[in-house]
């Protein structure tokens, strides 16, 4: 067991884990942070994207001892109290997700890509979005929920 | 949104057709969803399933010690199973000899078999154990072509005698089916496999209760269904078994009761524990149905000028190495055989043969996407040969706007349609004359990247078996209500949409009406979700039980406005009731159920319908423009315009998400995706990285064009819309990048027509 100090949507939190552990295993099982999904075991879907130290990861190829010092966001960490983040906002508004299964790690996704580039074209928008995948939307309004969003300023 | 914010002003009587934004978004975007995998179940065991590497064998024998040498592992085997075989289901015709042995005894039959269960107290122990149970094969050869399959030289089921599952339509051949032709084509499409990719793989729970019941939490599109198959199979009276489907991260078909839910059903049982299962991504690729897997050959003919007389199908469907629901499908694709055409003289053949692959069940179309793909091909290789607009080809054949009902030559009753005006529609949508100029144009200049255009003009099946939903609501002690439906939502956004049918009836706010689901001990039946049923059916029962809770409130509000029931109305806009004509004095929802509450007779106010129905018809015409790299293969999907006409459409925001879901399936298929296996039986594409699952870098927008024809077999008016978009996309591209390929002689690429595809396609015209 290696103990890890890390933050967590802000709270500080320590523990003792197996370097095995996967962060995204670490959030849901050790923290009950079950909004983290994980949807494949190839790094493919992004359905577990979390924000490390700000910027996006698939937290389902990030151990949970490399996390150690660093500040995790994950979507429960998003909204303020009753209020969505603007991109939640945006996803709801724009009716950009369906089963919700893979809306979380879309969300971050977008946090992540509007902070490095805040009025994305189209293209940049499908091109930023790629390690992302969905079944149900097809993505058209998830594009128009992300271009929303920009307008927002989030 | 509020009706005043679309535009509605107090007097605007029904939300019906408005955008609402839907009530169970929030806890998905906050992270609160409730899948199986995330329900607290203290103490829970977990379970792995130890899964053949081989694609048909005999197990010589399992070694179990190394994996039960790991803390608290048990390993349990077909020795310890006390169950028979799992199925066939009880369609008809299908061979009752090949049933699914839960465990597999002695023989397993495709990659993914399970032959035996590890339990320990966490997953990760769990997946070391699996690892270290040793299972000693001999191999037997495997049968991965659905034609070798067929020839009976190797028996998946020896007791069985061959590998013929099922059949449907007749192999007798009319010699004289095509006399009077001027044209005759013909042609094979192979609607190939695919995995149907739910974000969500299946996951299971089960614990057994003080009381002996056993509780299943499963992530199902079938609640109800399931809980009397499991019943059935574990020997129980179903009162005796709950299942509990809470939040399903997306279904396309194939969440369905299977092998595993049973199993772990059982497991909680016989280990007296809680018990999870939860599949991995690489283990869902091979265990989970699969979906189409169809060789369909085509025979057409018809007059120079564009009649068509004569069709012949010949259907060939894998149905895995055990038949579930995909053995069937060939009956959906002879009924739709003749899609929006009136054929005079139709022949269909479906066989389905057993193959040492995953089993074939449904995936987004079932049976329906195969029929429109191989006719909207055909139509197109006709007009090829006869140097036709494949628009006007269309155009000539069109089963008439006045004929409907209308019953085809294969036995379909189309409810309603409109196909020559979807067509219309989608051809001035997308510019077609500009198009066709500009591919003139791109033509003469001889570049390497050709301009191509495709059409389809399709028509489905939903509801198609003729069901029932049941439908309940129920008006609570603060005046809202609560709707009860045997539908089950996994994406559709039934809790808005339903919400919506009830309110509009009652005259309430969606805000106040609650959508209940999934739950076989609040939900007193059902049938779930599939094949594009739910709302012209569950739909239509919630809106039939909220116009009794309107009568009954009528009955109770004259008890308290000492009135005559019959002089009772109901003020939609403002949810208030009242003597005709005397609206001062009226009776709000809350009003009347506080009352009604406090003399205890709340349960006036509550009502159950069960809405039966026959199929409808959805159809519509959807136009892609593709780019091809006539050096390379490479194919760019430009634009896709898609006319959906399902009917009368609840809230046309959802409706629109299913057809833009719908369209990236049919796109994914017609482009990208299919599920491959060596000469071995070895799934070459088990992971999210090898399978060809389309990202939103490889998709354009979709361009939807609404188009309502309302059916007359429901109050709504409403057809289906979950698999339209499926079904009109595949042959629209397909057509599309055969049509880029014309001038080089191609007449046919296969599926997915990807650039590995395409540029074979271009190297046999040129040889």
Not at chain 2, 104 to 120: H, Q
Not at chain 2, 201 to 230: C, F, K, N, Y
Not at chain 2, 665 to 679: K, N, R
């Amino acid at each position: 067991m290696t103990k890890i100090a890390l933050t967590v949507n802000g709270s500080h939190c320590e523990a003792d884990v197996e370097p095995r552990l996967l962060l995204a295993y670490f959030l849901r099982d050790e923290l009950d942070l079950k909004g983290t999904n994980v949807g494949c075991d190839t790094t493919s879907c992004g359905a577990c994207t979390v924000l490390l130290d700000g910027e996006s990861v698939k937290s389902c190829t990030v151990l949970a001892v490399q996390a150690d010092g660093c500040a995790v966001t994950t979507v429960e960490g998003l909204a303020q109290g009753d209020e969505l983040h603007p991109v939640q906002q945006a996803f709801h508004e724009r009716h950009a997700l369906q089963c919700g299964y893979c809306t979380p790690g879309f969300v971050m996704a977008t946090v992540s890509l509007l902070k490095e580039n805040p009025n994305p074209s189209e293209a940049e928008i499908r091109d930023g979005l790629e390690g992302n995948l969905c079944r149900c939307t097809g993505y058209h309004n998830i594009v128009l929920a992300v271009q929303a969003a920009a307008r927002a300023g989030a | 949104m509020s009706a005043a914010a679309n535009g509605c002003s107090v007097a605007c009587l029904s939300i019906l057709g408005n955008r609402v934004l839907r009530k169970e978004d929030p806890r998905f975007l906050r992270g609160e969803g409730r899948y199986v995998e995330n329900l607290p179940l203290e103490g829970a065991l977990a379970v792995t399933f130890v899964r053949s590497l081989l694609a048909h064998a005999n197990i010589v024998g399992i070694d179990a010690t190394a994996a039960e040498a790991l803390p608290n592992v048990q390993v349990i085997t077909a020795a310890d199973m006390d169950l028979g075989p799992f199925g066939p289901p009880p369609f008809p015709g299908l061979n009752p000899g090949m049933g699914h042995p839960l465990i597999a005894v002695d023989r397993v039959r495709f990659v993914g078999d399970i032959v035996a269960i590890v339990i320990s107290d966490d997953r990760a122990t769990g997946a070391d154990a699996a690892e270290l149970v040793s299972v000693d094969y001999d191999p037997l050869p495997a049968l991965v072509s659905p034609h070798d399959a067929a020839k009976d030289e190797v028996l998946l089921f020896p007791d069985a005698g061959t590998n013929l599952a099922t059949r449907t339509g007749s192999p007798e051949h009319d010699e004289k089916l095509f006399d009077g032709c001027d044209v005759v084509v013909s042609g094979t499409l192979v609607s190939q496999r695919m995995a149907p990719c739910p974000l969500e793989p299946r996951s299971a729970a089960a614990e057994l209760g003080p009381d002996g019941r056993i509780t299943a939490w499963l992530s199902t599109q079938t609640p109800h269904q399931d809980r009397m198959v499991l019943a059935g199979t574990l020997g129980l009276d179903p009162a005796q078994v709950r299942v509990v489907a809470p939040d399903v991260g997306g279904g396309f078909g194939a969440k369905m009761l299977n092998v595993e839910e049973v199993l772990v059903a059982w497991l909680a049982r016989r280990l007296d524990r809680p018990v999870r299962w939860t599949e991995t991504r690489s283990e869902s690729m091979v265990a989970l149905p699969h979906g189409r897997a169809q060789r369909l050959d085509f025979t057409l003919g018809g007059t120079k000028d564009g009649k068509v007389l004569a069709y012949r199908l010949e259907s060939l469907q894998d149905a895995g190495a055990y038949p579930v629901l995909g053995a069937f499908l060939p009956n959906l694709t002879g009924l739709m055989a003749s899609g929006v055409y009136a054929i005079p003289r139709i022949e269909f053949e479906g066989r389905s043969v057993v193959t040492n692959t995953t089993p074939i069940s449904a995936f987004r179309g079932a049976g329906r996407p195969e029929a429109a793909q191989t006719i909207e091909r055909a139509l197109d290789v006709f007009a090829a040969e006869l140097g036709m607009d494949p628009a006007e080809v269309r155009r000539r054949n069109f089963i008439p706007k006045d004929a409907f009902p209308y019953a085809t030559v294969t036995h379909a009753v189309y409810d309603s349609g409109d196909y020559a005006g979807a067509l219309e529609l989608a051809l001035r949508s997308v510019g077609y004359d500009d198009l066709r100029d500009e591919q003139r144009r791109r033509r003469a200049e001889g570049g390497a990247t050709q301009l191509g255009i495709g059409i389809s003009t399709y028509v489905e099946i939903t509801n198609g078996i003729d069901e029932t939903e049941f439908g309940e609501v129920e008006v609570t002690p603060d005046g809202g209500a609560i709707v009860r439906t045997g539908s089950f939502s996994h994406g559709q956004g039934h809790e808005t949409t339903f919400a919506m049918i009830a309110a509009d009836r009652l005259g309430m706010p969606v805000e106040n009406v609650t959508v209940h689901k999934g739950d076989t001990d609040e939900v007193a039946k059902g049938t779930g979700t599939y094949g594009s049923k739910s709302t012209q059916i569950g739909g239509a029962a919630a809106r039939l039980a909220a116009d009794k809770v309107v009568e009954q409130a009528k009955q109770l509000a004259a008890d308290y406005l000492e009135a005559s029931p019959d002089d009772i109305v109901l003020d939609p806009a403002l949810g208030r009731l009242h003597v005709a004509g005397d609206p001062a004095i009226a009776l709000s929802w809350a009003d009347l159920a506080a009352r009604a509450s406090a003399d205890e007779r709340l349960a006036e106010l509550k009502a159950e319908h069960e809405f039966k129905s026959a199929p409808s018809f959805p159809f519509g015409a959807h136009v892609a423009v593709v780019e091809v790299d006539t050096e390379t293969g490479r194919v760019e999907l430009l634009r896709l315009v898609a006319v959906d006409d399902a009917g009368t459409l609840i809230n046309p925001l959802i409706a629109e998400g299913q057809v833009h879901g719908g369209v990236a399936t049919g796109v994914a298929q017609a482009l990208y995706e299919s599920f491959v296996y060596d000469d071995d039986g070895n799934p070459l594409t088990a992971t999210f990285v090898g399978y060809a699952f389309p990202s939103a870098a490889d998709l354009p927008s979709w361009e939807a064009v609404e188009m309502e024809t309302p059916t007359p077999l429901n109050a709504l008016g409403a057809k289906g819309i979950g698999e339209s978009g499926t079904i009109g996309a595949t042959p629209a591209v397909h057509n599309a990048v055969v049509d880029a390929l014309a001038p080089f002689g191609v007449r046919n690429v296969d599926l997915p027509a990807n650039g590995e595809n395409v540029w074979r396609a271009l190297q046999e015209a040129k040889a």
